[in-house]
């Protein structure tokens, strides 16, 4: 059973890769543009040593690709304020509306699908998403448990799991 969920929850079919991968490249942003976008949003600003080393890429090669980022205005060389000496990367706000594009995109398509449920089938999906999120919140705390303090915790919040659950 555990399989036929998993293979369900993971199927990603050649089609829907290649649609995906097509909006995410309107406007020539390649998947190592993405990359240095993601990493940049998830870590903050970056000395560009740390975004080669991130890339796994010479600094002359990281150098390029942030040249043509900046270039589009995706992302821009600020110095660093503890140390003028010290350029690090930012991305703009542009930059950062690509995964917010990207996440409405991504939305829509959803709904879209979900649509197409019965509302006893969405409050039985909804049901089975927050017994999820209640699994995932219980493995992370065994992990965290397991692995290191308790300062490595992140609070989560999951709704309680009923029959009546609204969509």
Do not use: C, Y
């Not at 503890?82 to 991504?106: I, K, Q, S």
């Amino acid at each position: 059973m555990i399989r036929a969920v998993t293979d369900e929850l993971s199927a990603w079919k050649p089609r829907d890769r290649t649609r995906m991968f097509r909006h995410w490249l309107k406007g020539s942003l390649s998947i190592v543009h993405l990359h240095v976008l993601t990493i940049l949003e998830d870590e903050g600003p970056l000395p560009m040593g740390k975004v080669a080393e991130s890339l796994d890429v010479s600094v002359a090669s990281a150098t390029g690709i942030v040249d043509r980022l900046e270039q589009r205005g995706l992302v821009e060389r600020r110095h660093d304020v503890a140390d003028r000496r010290v350029v690090l990367v930012h991305p703009t706000a542009a930059g950062l509306a690509v995964f917010t594009d990207l996440e409405a995109h991504r939305r829509e398509m959803l709904a879209s699908t979900l649509a197409l449920l019965s509302n006893d089938e969405l409050k039985a999906f909804l049901v089975g998403l927050r017994a999820m999120a209640r699994a995932r919140a219980e493995l992370h705390v065994e992990r965290a448990a397991e692995t290191g303090p308790a300062r490595d915790l992140v609070a989560v919040r999951v709704r309680p799991t009923t029959s009546e659950a609204q969509p």
